[in-house]
């Protein structure tokens, strides 16, 4: 009951208006096409099965992850490999097992496991955070992840680790040549995955962000709907159920990548702002429960939940905005799928439990 006490009640609150919204919307948007409610209580129940997991990893001891941090990256790399065995593919990519109750994603896991064994590796190598050597160690343990989801292919989420990768040593407080260093390869890698790496399709969703219209009927078709459907939202939106792009099957998988463009629309600017601002809340605590983390392990495990949520907030609303490439990246809390949600409220519930855990301290573990 003490660690229940130390809860964090204002990001429970957040995290549970935001999936009251999404089985709301869901249901709005799926309810005609698929003859029924399926889809909207299948959010809800992994919803309520994802809370059950807040409060059981809440009133857990977040240091046993740390102990088993070596076995998660093992599992999480068999699933990735897995996955390029026996897994399912839909819309030319090949990212889910098929567990018969659900479709299961195992890059939705390697993003909790990958901030928990960076974590580790960071405060086990706290003291020499400087070194060329941590550095190495913490980008091999990305890498290679990042490859293999890269392969199915998936470059939304690989992104996703890197960007995970690159938040969890700024915080750490890797030296500044290093990231200089990581900007310079980047300059030299990207011109080369242009070439030699990305598909046809990808190069063309990049293109379409410089001009959405040069090809309208092909791979700008979705950002142009999208923003059709943001923009028609208005104030105040077309009320719940009743967006015309959404209702209409304008706007494509509308209650998985472009749930933000269906809620634009149909609550309007003030729902989408609304929406928006409880992300912020969830962000913003976890950042306050990373400040009173009582272990550097603590602090940055805290804040690998934090940049998993921010990054993909700011790419998937990037996207159906049209200023970021479509890359299939759920808005955390509120897109459609299963494992998207557990594992996310999974990340909620490591946060809870280094809140539970929080000492009297006057300073915040990492202050540099």
């Known amino acids: 009951m003490d660690r229940f006490r130390n809860f964090d009640w204002f990001l429970m609150a957040a995290v549970g208006l935001l999936l009251t919204i999404s089985v709301a919307v869901i249901f709005t948007t799926t309810f005609g096409e698929s003859g029924g409610a399926g889809d909207a209580i299948q959010q809800c129940l992994f919803a309520l099965l994802g809370l059950g997991l807040v409060f059981v990893i809440g009133v857990t001891d977040y240091r046993v992850f740390r102990r088993t941090a070596g076995a998660l990256y093992l599992v999480a790399l068999f699933f990735l490999i897995l996955v390029e065995l026996i897994g399912t593919s839909a819309l030319g990519a090949t990212r889910w097992i098929d567990l018969g109750f659900f479709q299961f994603q195992p890059s939705e896991f390697a993003k909790v496991v990958m901030v928990i064994v960076l974590a580790k590796v960071l405060a086990d190598n706290q003291k020499t955070i400087g070194t060329r050597r941590t550095f190495f160690k913490t980008l091999a343990y990305t890498l290679v992840p990042t490859l293999l989801v890269?392969?199915?292919?998936?470059?939304?989420?690989?992104?996703?680790?890197?960007?995970?990768?690159?938040?969890?040593?700024?915080?750490?407080?890797?030296?500044?040549?290093?990231?200089?260093?990581?900007?310079?390869?980047?300059?030299?890698?990207?011109?080369?995955?242009?070439?030699?790496?990305?598909?046809?399709?990808?190069?063309?969703?990049?293109?379409?962000?410089?001009?959405?219209?040069?090809?309208?009927?092909?791979?700008?078709?979705?950002?142009?709907?999208?923003?059709?459907?943001?923009?028609?939202?208005?104030?105040?939106?077309?009320?719940?159920?009743?967006?015309?792009?959404?209702?209409?099957?304008?706007?494509?998988?509308?209650?998985?990548?472009?749930?933000?463009?269906?809620?634009?629309?149909?609550?309007?600017?003030?729902?989408?702002?609304?929406?928006?601002?409880?992300?912020?809340?969830?962000?913003?605590?976890?950042?306050?429960?990373?400040?009173?983390?009582?272990?550097?392990?603590?602090?940055?495990?805290?804040?690998?939940?934090?940049?998993?949520?921010?990054?993909?907030?700011?790419?998937?609303?990037?996207?159906?905005?049209?200023?970021?490439?479509?890359?299939?990246?759920?808005?955390?809390?509120?897109?459609?799928?299963?494992?998207?949600?557990?594992m996310v409220l999974l990340g909620v519930g490591m946060l809870q439990s280094v809140a539970s855990a929080h000492s009297r301290r006057k300073k915040p573990v990492f202050a540099g």
């Open 150 to 342: 890269a392969a199915q292919p998936d470059l939304g989420t690989a992104m996703v680790f890197l960007g995970t990768w690159l938040g969890l040593i700024v915080a750490a407080g890797v030296p500044k040549r290093f990231l200089a260093g990581t900007a310079g390869a980047l300059a030299v890698l990207i011109p080369t995955a242009w070439f030699w790496f990305l598909h046809d399709y990808q190069k063309r969703r990049v293109l379409t962000l410089v001009d959405p219209n040069a090809d309208p009927l092909g791979a700008g078709y979705n950002v142009k709907q999208a923003q059709i459907a943001v923009g028609s939202g208005g104030l105040f939106g077309q009320t719940l159920g009743g967006g015309t792009q959404s209702q209409l099957n304008f706007l494509p998988i509308q209650h998985t990548d472009f749930i933000f463009a269906v809620i634009a629309e149909e609550l309007g600017f003030l729902g989408s702002l609304l929406l928006l601002a409880l992300l912020a809340v969830v962000i913003y605590r976890a950042l306050a429960i990373a400040n009173g983390a009582r272990d550097f392990f603590g602090y940055l495990l805290a804040m690998g939940i934090m940049l998993i949520v921010l990054v993909q907030t700011v790419v998937n609303v990037g996207m159906n905005v049209g200023i970021m490439p479509v890359t299939g990246i759920p808005l955390p809390f509120v897109s459609y799928g299963g494992t998207s949600i557990l």
